[in-house]
């Protein structure tokens, strides 16, 4: 087995050999931190997308979904506080004119320390970007011998905030100043809220409930080289759940614990995650924290736990002069109504992209299979497989004798309830190995026997156990292991 850093690559070549996942605009060389999911990335994505959404908005009753527009009027991000304070602390190397973000470039210092050493760093570290002292993280790097990585040396300018909005014009004239700028939203959330009235009146929603949205956003992030990990332009999976003010903290505990049930409905072990309790709090959270997963290049933050208070309901009123309150009917400790307030909000943020990167992650294994006859090995992706991109490959051994006829009706049973692959060509073996290398769970081979006694081989891809089942019995074993 490959060692992390080039397993980590190793998916990369993968998914672009197998029609995963391609560098956007690759044949004018890419664009840097973009990319395009190919036929069988974009069924596994679209899976995630899919199941994270039945999840949230089917399996809990108070949680609805909707779909907002990704430009919004401009004031919104004055009043999410995205234009003052979605920043990221930065330092360039003059000689090399490479810019880092600060945080980045002294944990990969942290990294390479002696465990103790390392933790004290990033102790000292968020000390100081929660109290945003940028000189003294200047300092800290200073003194601790930080070096560029491509220029070798220690010439740092100072720390400068970079704002990580993607601004264009809207309408036809340009040129008229800031009255045209609108954003490419850095996250889904906002529309959550610009239309917390419609949703709550015209869904006669009652507190607690939740609205649910999945969509692009946009960040332009410094450092982005992680392959999907790291993108300018990626989906995320949100859901702000809007409560009771004072009842925050219990609500927080119970979406930490119910979205780790989600992780973990994905067959992951629990211990390939982990919570990060945030210290350094974004500007809107009065408590946050990370799931985080083991991805081959270490513990890296999937989803993100936010207690957002009424920051962003309060703003919103304050900069749209609409009122953003809610009335309680219910009974509160003296027997009368709570009445109106704004809501308070815990949210659930997911991104969709860094969540296919975990699946494929924990999905792929390099196995060899040699024998003493003959050398060989497989590349194998264990999804569960209700995220499988194809469930069923329908595979006549022959090109003749009525086989691919047959092989044809059950593809033709099959194929309105589930995604499945007809293939004709090249020897059984190599066919079973390419369904391998995209996830197919189940091969099922079409042969003499078949037309004799109406039984057909199932071959398992985890253990290839192959087993004679009746062809008319196929469908419904699919079905009910992608309902698992
Ligand atoms: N609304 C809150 C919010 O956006 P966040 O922690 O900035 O919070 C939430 O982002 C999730 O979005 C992260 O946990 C991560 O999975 C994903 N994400 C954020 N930036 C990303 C990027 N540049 N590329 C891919 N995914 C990203």
Not at 8 to 28: D, L, M, V, W
Request: proline share 4%; glycine share 6%; charged share 30%.
């Amino acid at each position: 087995m490959a060692n992390d850093n080039n397993k980590f690559q190793a998916i990369i070549s993968h998914c672009k050999e197998y029609g995963f996942i391609f560098p956007s605009s690759e044949i004018y060389d890419g664009l840097s931190a973009v990319y395009d999911y190919g036929q069988y990335g974009s069924e596994l994505k679209k899976n995630i997308r899919d199941y994270w959404w039945k999840w949230m908005t089917q399996l809990h009753e108070n949680i609805v979904g909707i779909d907002a527009a990704i430009f919004m009027h401009p004031t919104t991000w004055k009043a999410s506080g995205h234009v003052d304070n979605f920043s990221d602390p930065m330092i360039d190397n003059k000689d090399s004119k490479k810019r880092y973000r600060v945080d980045h470039l002294i944990e990969a210092h942290a990294d390479a320390l002696p465990k103790e050493q390392g933790e004290a760093l990033l102790a000292e570290m968020d000390q100081l970007l929660a109290k945003e002292d940028f000189a003294g993280l200047k300092t800290l790097i200073e003194n601790n011998k930080i070096k560029c990585s491509v220029s070798g040396t220690c010439n740092w300018t100072d720390v400068r905030q970079f704002n990580l909005m993607f601004a264009t014009e809207f309408g036809a004239v340009s040129g008229e100043g800031d009255d045209n700028m609108v954003y490419l939203r850095p996250e889904t959330a906002q529309g959550i809220f610009v239309n917390f009235l419609n949703v709550q009146k015209t869904g006669r929603m009652k507190i607690p409930f939740g609205i649910a949205q999945v969509g692009k956003a946009f960040r332009n992030e410094i450092v982005a080289r992680q392959f999907i990990f790291r993108m300018r332009e990626f989906e995320q999976m949100e859901m702000q759940f809007f409560i009771r003010p004072g009842t925050q903290k219990e609500w927080y505990e119970y979406w930490k614990e119910e979205r780790m049930k989600w992780h973990l409905s994905l067959g992951i072990p629990a211990d390939r995650y982990r919570f990060h309790d945030h210290v350094k709090l974004a500007h809107y959270a009065d408590a946050a924290c990370d799931i985080e997963y083991d991805f081959p290049i270490g513990f890296k933050e999937v989803e993100g736990i936010h207690s957002r208070t009424d920051f962003d309901l309060r703003n919103h009123q304050e900069y749209s002069k609409k009122k953003m309150q809610y009335f309680d009917n219910d009974p509160g400790p003296d027997g009368k109504p709570y009445g109106n307030y704004i809501p308070y909000v815990i949210e659930t943020s997911i991104g969709l992209d860094r969540t296919v990167m975990m699946v494929l992650s924990e999905a792929y294994e390099e196995q060899d299979l040699s024998t003493a006859e003959k050398a060989d090995s497989r590349v194998v992706l264990k999804f569960p497989p209700k995220l499988s991109p194809v469930k069923l490959a329908i595979l006549p051994l022959m090109k003749k004798d009525g086989l691919p006829e047959i092989a044809r009706d059950l593809m033709n049973e099959c194929k309105a309830s589930f995604r499945c692959f007809y293939e004709e060509k090249d020897t059984i073996g190599k066919r079973y190995r390419r369904q391998d290398a995209i996830g197919t769970p189940f091969c099922v081979t079409i042969d003499h026997q078949t037309k004799e006694d109406g039984t057909v081989t199932i071959r398992h891809r985890d253990s290839m156990v192959q087993q004679r089942i009746l062809l008319k019995d196929v469908k419904e074993m699919v079905e009910k292991a992608i309902q698992e």
